[in-house]
């Protein structure tokens, strides 16, 4: 039987823009810790241009946003952008909060791979990071 | 055979039929808990009251006096309803100005105000950080010029105004008394609150702007400055709502929001006031959440233990002082995107158990709130489901019904004594902010979450429509508030016009006065006031003030 190499997955959980809402960022980031990834959190009323720069120094291999003010439409494009031009190309993009169902089709052609909204469950999370998280060798 | 063997007696016959009956039915979960995870009794009976030395004159006296359990008013709902207050804003001004008068249309009989998140972060509309921010999650106020525009056409002596903002919470009652003084409206008239507590927005809420100590500081500006000048306004809302939506239980929304508002009473003491110059003007705001009992106890144990530390740890003589008057606001973490009408329901049992729990305003939540801003249909709802409890149910026609429930009383004093724990355990820290600048109740706020969440997922815990009765139809879709960016552009605009309108000299001596004032140390209120009639904007009066006391960094844990 052959032995797969185990990467320990990397994410950053960010809070962009001024929301103050950070309980389910902070509850996933511990369901994430506790499933056996490295979590990064960085903390509330982060600028796109400091989450952008979390995630080239951390390398991350998935970059989580939690948004519940409706700013989501105006911070994602920045910071999906910033982060594929600073060369991190193949990053898994999530975005979870209060996002209007409307809004889900732009943010996935924009670059999100995934929308998870309020009823989510803690276990989607993390099994949609073990199936889609990049491996990198 | 005494009384007392005979009780005992009876009760052990009835639990042995009881296990038998049990093998038929066995309890449904392995355990019975309130949705904050306290262990619930199958029955209660009078032996539950002797164990916690139960005493009625003691322990609940009579409504409108000492220690207030029953309510603070003598004929609580009899003589006046609570207030029905629902919390408006959006976009710019002038919409907010429209929802407003449509609500008092209505019958509604108090505003409440919601502010954008640039304007709850001390940042204008133009401003680089508030990209994307400007009239989302409630009005834009940047000036003087757009207060004005908010209260258009409302008497302000005529309405009692709720304005939820913090951090820069002494520039936007500037603007407010500003426009009431404007308005010709002698002082004693200004009416309502200001929510300006800030000691939860470290603990929850998350909208800070300077670092705990100058920020506590300029809530007691607040508080010694209108204790004099408006005998009638509510300086500080202390509030538990935020604390037990972020995840709190109710035992410690409870102790938490108690212990910040000790720590302004302490904080006011030291400026040298009188507890009864300003205890009379406290008041509270809790969240009302799933559980019914539990809440109709928090409510009943909150006001009998602030009364108490009120007249036992401070000596106040006043009894205005010891009475906790509340607001409350149904559980918006408890509305769910699944099936969003059943949100009607939750918020009618939510909105019944603060009215049970002696209120003294309430706000419902609309049933779109999980989705975005509500319309003007569903606040129209929610505003009838307070009117349909108030005029149809019968409720409001007696003073705490559920008063001397077995349950209820032992509930009570249990909600009570554990929040009281907590309290002392705070004051062993050194007290509230000392407490916040270690991460205590941030911590203890996370772990319930976490614990919560974790029991969802278990289905120890059940939300219908959620974890259970789910359905696989395609969602019904509400109509729901837009909010497009149209309103930034037009709101940057105006601010441009202001910028260039204004006399540069005299707005920019009025801030000069702020900064002195604030490092004298003096207290804020004149300069501010100053500053905002020459139509300073309120992120210039906040930067002013960040150059002097610096920015509150909290550091990622979770």
């Known amino acids: 039987m052959q032995k797969k190499t185990v990467q320990k997955i990397r994410v950053l959980v960010a809070k962009p823009g001024l929301d103050g809402h950070d309980r389910g960022a902070k509850v996933i980031a511990r369901a994430l810790r506790d499933a056996g990834f490295e979590v990064i959190y960085t903390g509330l009323h982060q600028t796109p241009e400091m989450v952008v720069s979390a995630a080239i120094q951390e390398d991350v291999h998935v970059v989580g946003l939690s948004i519940l003010s409706g700013a989501h439409n105006a911070l994602v494009p920045e910071i999906l952008n910033g982060v594929r031009d600073a060369g991190l190309k193949d990053a898994l993009f999530l975005v979870g909060g209060i996002i209007p169902d409307e809004d889900i089709p732009p943010l996935k052609e924009q670059g999100v791979h995934m929308v998870f909204t309020p009823g989510a469950s803690l276990q989607e999370v993390v099994d949609y990071i073990r199936q889609h998280a990049p491996v990198r060798s | 055979m005494s009384e007392h063997e005979k009780k005992t007696t009876s009760r052990e016959s009835w639990e042995t039929r009881l296990k038998e009956s049990e093998k038929k039915n066995p309890p449904r979960p392995a355990r019975f808990t309130t949705w904050s995870d306290m262990e619930v ?86 401003s680089p950080r508030s990209l994307g921010e400007v009239g989302k999650c409630g009005v834009s106020v940047s000036s003087l010029d757009d207060m004005e525009r908010l209260f258009d056409g409302i008497p302000l002596g005529d309405v009692t105004t709720s304005m939820t903002i913090n951090g820069p919470a ?65 300086n500080v809302s202390i509030s538990g709502y935020h604390i037990r939506e972020a995840g709190a239980t109710a035992v410690q929304e409870l102790a938490f929001t108690l212990a910040d508002g000790l ?109 975005a801003l509500p319309t003007d249909e569903s606040v129209m709802i929610a505003l009838r489901t307070q009117q349909i409890i108030a005029e149809e149910s019968g409720v409001a026609n007696v003073i705490d019904p559920l008063g001397g429930s077995y349950f209820i009383e032992a509930l009570t004093t249990r909600v009570e004594r554990e929040a009281l724990a907590y309290i002392q355990r705070i004051d062993e820290m050194g007290g509230i902010i000392e407490s916040i600048e270690k991460g205590f109740p941030q911590a203890e706020i996370a772990n319930s979450a976490y614990h919560f969440q974790k029991q969802l997922e278990a289905k120890e815990k059940v939300m219908v429509g959620v974890n259970k009765y789910q359905t696989t139809e395609a969602k019904r879709a509400l109509d729901t508030l837009y909010i497009d960016r149209s309103i930034e552009k037009r709101q940057r605009e105006r601010l441009a016009e202001l910028r260039r309108k204004r006399n540069a000299q005299t707005h920019q001596e009025s801030l000069r006065q702020v900064r002195e004032a604030a490092q004298a140390g003096q207290n804020l209120m004149p300069s501010i006031l100053g500053a905002v009639k020459s139509y300073a904007t309120l992120q210039e009066i906040c930067d002013t003030l960040r150059g002097v006391f610096g920015i509150y960094r909290e550091t990622g844990s979770f």
């Open chain 2, 41 to 126: 009794p199958l029955l209660s009976t009078p032996e539950d009251l002797s164990a916690v030395g139960f005493d009625y004159e003691r322990d609940l006296g009579y409504p409108g006096e000492y220690p207030f359990t029953r309510g603070v008013q003598r004929n609580m709902y009899r003589g006046k309803l609570w207030t029905m207050r629902q919390f408006a804003g959006f976009a710019t001004a002038e919409e907010t100005n429209k929802r407003f008068k449509l609500l008092l249309e209505h019958g509604q009989t108090g505003l409440s105000t919601a502010f954008d998140m640039p304007t709850l972060m001390g940042y204008d509309a133009d």
């Open chain 2, 263 to 371: 720590g302004y009473v302490e904080e006011s003491l030291k400026r040298g006031m009188k507890i009864d110059e300003f205890a009379p003007r406290l008041s509270f705001f809790f969240d009302v959440h799933n559980d019914f009992f539990e809440e109709v106890a928090k409510f009943r144990a909150a006001r009998r233990l602030w009364a108490k530390l009120m007249r036992e740890r401070y000596g106040a003589k006043d009894p205005r002082s010891w009475m906790l008057r509340t607001h409350a606001q149904t559980a918006g973490v408890s509305l769910t995107a699944q099936q969003p009408y059943n949100n009607i329901v939750r918020v009618a049992v939510q909105a019944l158990a603060a009215i049970m729990g002696g209120t003294n305003s309430l706000h419902t939540n609309s049933m779109d709130e999980t989705l």
């Open chain 2, 170 to 234: 002494i520039v936007i009652l500037c603007m407010y008394l500003a426009v009431a003084e404007k308005q010709g409206v002698p002082k004693d008239k200004v009416r309502g609150t200001l929510q300006n507590d800030i000691l939860k927005e470290y603990i929850a809420q998350k909208e800070w702007l300077f670092p705990v100590r100058p920020a506590v500081g300029l809530v007691i500006d607040t508080i010694e400055y209108c204790s004099k000048h408006y005998p009638n306004w509510n």
